[in-house]
């Protein structure tokens, strides 16, 4: 199809490339981390764990927003069938949003922090990052001509975008003496923007692979539905009010608790239509699955199961007590991040990366479904590593006189080793998906600078023409 | 279904969900769970020290941080002063040394005892309930 021979690197979807090539970099700083749970004070010189740690965590917490934001500039497009309203505010913001974290990834190498958890980089380096974002609000906006009869996933694109700005201004409160002059306070606030922030962000994926789902069906019917709506204002209801399960165990407000295990048992109505729908999935899922973007979503379908599992099971206070502060969490956030978001967002790169240039060849083909099923594999097998070592560490916590931590780590180590194995077996699996689509965009680059613009870019249907 | 079939009854369900976040929020930021007295500057001094070095990425404070090193949360109470000051003086084989001045070691020990009062992070310290709440 000559039409959708379009090679052009546009800004939306360099920003899907730099978060892939975001996720290849946190891979190895993730092995690097799980070798130093291997060899205790390995790499202590040059990169000890608190720079690692920060390195692969941003790492993948940016390779999420930049892909979801490729994700929303792209179908946003699509969805209008227009131009976005001020094509140089993306680019101004793709620079902000590069440049930043550049910055940050160095400072990390180097030992310069001064932030908080998730966020360790100097606080002055949140102002690009909020103002880039805030560029990226404004276009969204104007791009939008009306508020009215939009369907579900523009609800959950809009919530995602001014949720993420809010949570994250209010994850810099501390830096006012008021909010962090005690512990109880700082924490508090802390994870109520944390918690809700991670909502924010899979508002802005599930909106995405919503859009994603309905152009591969071909139906759009679902996304106007009202149980569409329903399901969204029950996300944004615990978007809003569930992230007092990060801090069960702080003497903050009981209410806060209270408000906050209630609210999390609605995610009981969203997994039982999981279950409800299972039949239906499966032979949708039958139907699409030569499609590789759909491939992707059946994976994340399976990891929504079993994380909203845990994660309610997480959210019982009585059982959060055993799992707060062990390897549980651990795969909690890695099973979430990796099998769901980070699986919805290769979904949508496939669509919008792999349809726009030359096909894959066979042989891309083929290695690229052994990846997909390596990673699916390695990644049960580091999960239910993380939850054994979390089990055993639990148990730990619970002696009445508790062997030394350090002795605790050692009974831990068999599963760190095996946590470690399978982590490479995932990054190998990784790599083999990311090597032939990331290898097709260059190979895309290099044919548009041969040949220039303005002869495929004009025969484009409109609707393709992303900036 | 009816209900959730029309713009109407989207934007109402969103204005009260607004509402009420935006009064939550409010709420807890003009009335934050812990009143203090008076502002204890060691301590404060002591959690930029712990931000600057990123302490937290290897332990946690009440079960929040990395995994690598133990809890902090009431090391103060646990372990003592002195011991606290032994660890960050010298490091160990995972811990870095980070050649702390003599002023940063004594903030970051205010800070570890400013937490160490604010309660007890220990799972044995909990009771849990039928309704699978907790209390201490
Ligand atoms: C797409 C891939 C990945 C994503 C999105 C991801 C995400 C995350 C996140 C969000 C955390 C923070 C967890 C928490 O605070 O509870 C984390 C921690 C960690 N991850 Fe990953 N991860 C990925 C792959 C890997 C791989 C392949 C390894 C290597 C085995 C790895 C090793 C680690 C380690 C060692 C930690 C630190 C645990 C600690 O704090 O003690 N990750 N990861």
Request: charged share 10%; hydrophobic share 50%.
């Amino acid at each position: 199809m000559a039409a959708l021979n379009n090679n052009k690197p546009t800004t939306s979807r360099l920003f899907m490339i730099a978060g892939l090539g975001l996720l290849a970099a946190g891979l190895l700083f993730g092995l690097t981390g799980a070798w130093q749970y291997l060899v205790p004070g390995s790499l202590k010189e040059y990169l000890s764990f608190e720079r690692i740690r920060p390195l692969h965590v941003s790492s993948v917490v940016f390779w999420i927003i930049f892909g979801a934001t490729g994700a929303v500039l792209t179908y946003l497009q699509q969805y209008t069938g227009k131009k976005l309203y001020c094509p140089l505010l993306v680019k101004i913001q793709l620079s902000i949003f590069a440049g930043s974290v550049i910055t940050i990834l160095i400072s990390y190498t180097a030992g310069i922090f001064g932030g908080r958890e998730y966020w360790e980089f100097h606080p002055a380096l949140a102002i690009p990052i909020a103002a880039g974002w805030i560029l990226f609000i404004i276009n969204f906006i104007r791009s939008i001509s009306s508020f009215r009869k939009q369907p579900v996933y523009v609800w959950m694109w809009i919530t995602g975008l001014f949720f993420f700005l809010f949570t994250f201004i209010e994850s810099y409160l501390w830096i006012f003496p008021y909010f962090r002059n005690s512990v109880v306070n700082d924490m508090t606030i802390q994870w109520k923007s944390y918690g809700s922030m991670v909502g924010a962000w899979n508002m802005l994926i599930y909106g995405s692979s919503f859009f994603l789902m309905e152009k591969i069906s071909g139906n759009n019917k679902y996304s106007h539905a009202p149980i569409a709506f329903i399901l969204y204002f029950t996300g944004l209801f615990n978007l809003m009010f569930n992230w007092g399960h990060h801090i069960y165990t702080l003497p903050t407000y009981p209410f806060i608790k209270h408000i906050s295990y209630a609210v999390s048992m609605t995610e009981l109505f969203i997994i039982g239509r999981i279950i409800w729908q299972w039949r239906s999935t499966v032979s949708t899922a039958r139907k699409h699955f030569h499609h590789t973007a759909y491939r992707f979503i059946v994976a994340a379908d399976i990891w929504i199961f079993l994380t909203l599992a845990l994660a309610i099971a997480m959210s019982i206070p009585a059982v959060n007590v055993y799992t707060h502060g062990t390897h549980i969490t651990v795969a909690h956030t890695m099973g979430a991040t990796i099998g769901i978001n980070s699986f919805l967002l290769l979904a949508i790169a496939f669509d919008i990366l792999h349809d726009t240039c030359t096909p894959l060849s066979e042989k891309n083909i083929k290695w690229l479904k052994r990846g997909y099923a390596t990673v699916n594999i390695s990644l049960l097998i580091f999960w239910i590593s993380l939850i054994a070592a979390g089990v055993l560490k639990a148990r730990w916590q619970m002696q009445e006189t508790p062997l030394p931590f350090s002795s605790m780590m050692l009974m831990l180590k068999p599963y760190f080793i095996v946590f470690f194995i399978s982590g490479s077996a995932m990054a190998t699996g990784f790599f083999l998906i990311l090597y032939p689509l990331l290898k097709n965009q260059a190979a895309c680059y290099f044919k548009y600078l041969v040949n220039k613009p303005g002869t495929g870019q004009d025969r484009l249907p409109v609707q393709l023409i992303v900036e | 279904m009816f209900f959730m079939k029309t713009d109407r009854h989207r934007f109402v369900v969103i204005s009260l969900l607004l509402t009420a976040f935006i009064g939550y929020s409010l709420f807890l930021y003009a009335a934050l769970p812990v009143q203090v007295a008076a502002a204890n500057k060691e301590a404060d001094s002591g959690k930029m020290v712990w931000q600057q070095y990123n302490c937290n990425a290897c332990h946690q404070v009440y079960g929040l941080g990395g995994y690598l090193g133990p809890d902090l949360t009431n090391v103060y109470s646990v372990r003592g002063s002195a011991y606290i000051q032994a660890f960050l003086k010298n490091g160990t084989t995972i811990m870095p040394n980070f050649q702390l001045t003599g002023r940063e070691i004594t903030d970051l020990t205010a800070f570890l005892e400013s937490i160490d009062a604010s309660g007890k992070s220990d799972p044995k310290t909990f009771t849990l309930n039928y309704d699978g709440s907790i209390e201490q």
